[in-house]
């Protein structure tokens, strides 16, 4: 008979059992055992679908590229607003902003004297750490009026103060100024060109022993097909990986700390938090501080990778974008924040793509310049023009897919796919009692002369600690 201290929930340190009932496996090895098998699964999906419709190699690995990109920057984003929405409960739809803080700091700072505008020249990793800070104090100064509103208003506080940011970014006033004999600015409508942050890799390439790995990857490449700028690409993503697993143990070690359980305790009850002697003016204040440097940092690794922004690149839509990928996974769960990234760019942005990289390797169909023409062919008996005009207009024809995912979710799994891990505030479950099923004593009776839900009595589940268990 297995111990019933084994039982997923009743473990007290969020460890659930492996294979071996005498073995327990922690709960990040469990999600990160999850997080492979769907990113694994998926891929060999799109692969195998890829190369037996003839899309070819180069295309399916460039396309595999750009999924794993985007994921990860989704899921960058994810996790920094499951910090702010997810543990707190403060509704922060003004992503998109302190993104453009982060990278336009970064972009200032390390743009070459000689550009239009200027900048100073500074060291990428300089220019990161300034990006950083410059978001996180942007953060403070939005954080102060916004503790006297609460729920939605607090959303329109965020979301007003991100288009603040944008249309100042596009002002005339900022666009060009004189310091010194040397113009600055934000460059406007026209942007900043800078070096992006993605140089790195070519410079990682030219270091001793690096580059003997970089030539054997390109000699792969080439043997079977992969354009070199495929593989530089690649090995960026692994950068932004490796920054996916930092933000998902940083915020885990801040979800199982007394300071992340206050965060827990506001978003279900402020009011409550404050009774028990708790500062929540000043934890808000913090942890929206933090969350707006991690956001600053994820909008430097995503957009500072181009040799040019704008602020068109943080439009409102982006921030839906993040909140869509959050919803996907869960709020309330990292492990749910990175998978919702990961499905919304594989499935819902880069997946429609695909489709129509299939089709057209398959089928010679022409996409009529309206929809109009289309239906006037259909009317004719050709059904091929809608077909191609359908297959033409995937990139505004996924957002219609966006929609129908969400209502599916609203209907079937509101909660997301993992929020029925959503962290609870307590250290303990105290939703739960114990029963038979568990493997303790009913409610009433103890054994062992231990009253039921007192400490030292291991087979309740309240008394559990640890782990993303159901709320």
């Known amino acids: 008979m297995s111990d019933p201290g084994t039982n997923p929930e009743d473990d007290r340190t969020g460890a659930v059992p492996d294979t071996d009932e005498t073995t327990i496996r922690p709960q990040w090895r469990t999600d990160l055992v999850l997080i492979a098998k769907i990113v694994g699964a998926t891929y060999l999906g799109f692969a195998v679908l890829g190369l037996l419709t003839g899309v070819g190699i180069n295309e399916t690995v460039g396309f595999l590229r750009r999924v794993t990109f985007f994921a990860a920057v989704y899921a960058l984003v994810a996790l920094a607003l499951n910090l702010h929405w997810g543990y707190t409960g403060l509704f922060n ?75 100042a970014l596009l002002s005339g006033s900022l666009r060009s100024f004189e310091i010194g004999g040397t113009e600055y600015g934000t460059g406007g409508g026209r942007g900043i060109r800078y070096t992006p942050v993605d140089s790195v890799i070519p410079w990682l390439l030219d270091r001793p022993g690096i580059s003997a790995i970089g030539e054997l990857l390109f000699t792969i490449g080439r043997a079977v097909g992969v354009q070199p700028s495929v593989i530089q690409g690649g090995l960026y993503t692994g950068v932004l990986i490796g920054f996916v697993i930092l933000f998902y143990a940083f915020l885990t070690r801040i979800a199982y700390s007394p300071f992340g359980r206050i965060l827990k305790a506001i978003r279900e009850d402020e009011l409550a938090t404050r009774s028990l002697g708790k500062n929540t003016d000043r934890v808000k204040i913090t942890v929206f501080m933090v969350g707006c440097a991690l956001m600053g940092l994820a909008g430097i690794l995503w957009m500072g990778s181009r040799s040019l922004v704008s602020p068109d690149s943080f439009m409102p839509i982006v921030t839906f974008y993040i909140f869509v990928a959050l919803i996907v996974g869960g709020a309330g769960s990292n492990t749910g924040s990175v998978v919702g990234g990961f499905a919304f760019a594989a499935f819902l942005w880069e997946g429609p793509r695909f489709i129509r990289a299939i089709v057209r390797a398959n089928l010679r169909v022409r996409s009529p310049q309206t929809i109009y023409d289309a239906f006037v062919a259909l009317g004719s008996g050709d059904p091929l023009p809608l077909f191609g005009y359908f297959i033409g207009t995937l990139d505004e024809i996924r957002f219609i897919f966006v929609g129908v995912v969400l209502v599916l979710l609203m209907i079937w799994k509101p909660d997301g796919l993992l929020g029925h891990r959503k962290e609870i505030a307590a250290a303990t479950d105290l939703s739960r009692r114990p029963t038979a099923a568990d493997g303790g004593t009913p409610p009433g009776h103890s054994g062992s002369g231990t009253p039921p839900g007192r400490p030292g009595d291991d087979n309740h589940p309240e008394q559990s600690k640890g782990g993303e268990t159901d709320a």
């Open 93 to 167: 739809i003004g992503v998109a902003g302190f993104m453009a803080v982060g990278v336009y700091t970064m972009a200032i700072m390390t743009a070459s004297p000689e550009g239009s505008p200027a900048g100073l020249g500074l060291p990428i990793p300089i220019g990161i750490i300034g990006g950083m800070i410059a978001a996180a104090l942007v953060g403070f100064i939005a954080a102060l009026p916004a503790l006297r509103v609460r729920a939605d208003y607090f959303a329109i506080v965020t979301l007003g103060l991100s288009e603040i940011i944008r249309l």
